[in-house]
């Protein structure tokens, strides 16, 4: 909340208002998208007998708004956990990136429009293929919003004076005229 005028029934006010940026939300939603890809498992590592455990990390690369059109891009960096029947290395693990794409069409977004992304994952599963290769899904859940960024004088600071004013009568009536704004 801004203040954005003040007054005193006994003392003069002298307000200090400066131009602030403001955002007000034009868009907000929560999204979902499946993410799915085979992976392979790198040679330098040995063959895989079971998956036991799957994480990932999500990032957004980028959030293009054109005219009624969002778009989300990222990498998913997909790190699984296998057993494999080799004793030396019981586990193994590796990390690979899978991109994701989200596009969804909104009526009324701009370019210069300012957006907030954020992702996390509703869960994630993968089974093995092959002793090389595993099938990896992941459900994840984007939180977006989009702000229109405009500029509005704001009060920053005020002073009172010790001047009284005159009295001021119990009750004023005032007749807004054309172009004219009640606090004119």
């Not at 006994?10 to 992976?39: D, H």
């Not at 956990?81 to 989200?102: G, H, M, N, W, Y």
């Not at 954020?118 to 089974?127: A, G, N």
């Amino acid at each position: 909340q801004l203040l954005t005028d003040a007054y005193d029934m006994n003392q003069r006010v002298e307000l200090m208002k400066v131009p602030r940026p403001l955002q007000r939300s034009l868009y907000q939603k929560q999204l979902r998208t499946e993410v799915g890809q085979a992976l392979e498992i790198p040679e330098s590592l040995p063959m895989a007998l079971q998956v036991f455990y799957t994480t990932a990390k999500p990032k957004i690369d980028d959030v293009l708004l054109q005219e009624g059109q969002l778009q989300i891009e990222g990498v998913l960096y997909v790190t699984a956990f296998c057993l494999t029947a080799d004793d030396r290395s019981p586990v193994i693990s590796f990390t690979e990136p899978v991109p994701f794409s989200k596009t969804e069409a909104v009526s009324g977004l701009r370019p210069e429009h300012k957006t907030q992304v954020s992702v996390h994952i509703e869960r994630i599963k993968s089974e093995l293929q092959t002793e090389r290769r595993l099938n990896m899904t992941a459900e994840l859940v984007l939180n977006v919003e989009v702000l229109e960024e405009t500029m509005q004088e704001v009060v920053i600071d005020l002073a009172l004076s010790e001047e009284e004013l005159p009295e001021l009568p119990s009750m004023a009536l005032c007749f807004l005229q054309p172009g004219e704004e009640v606090w004119d």
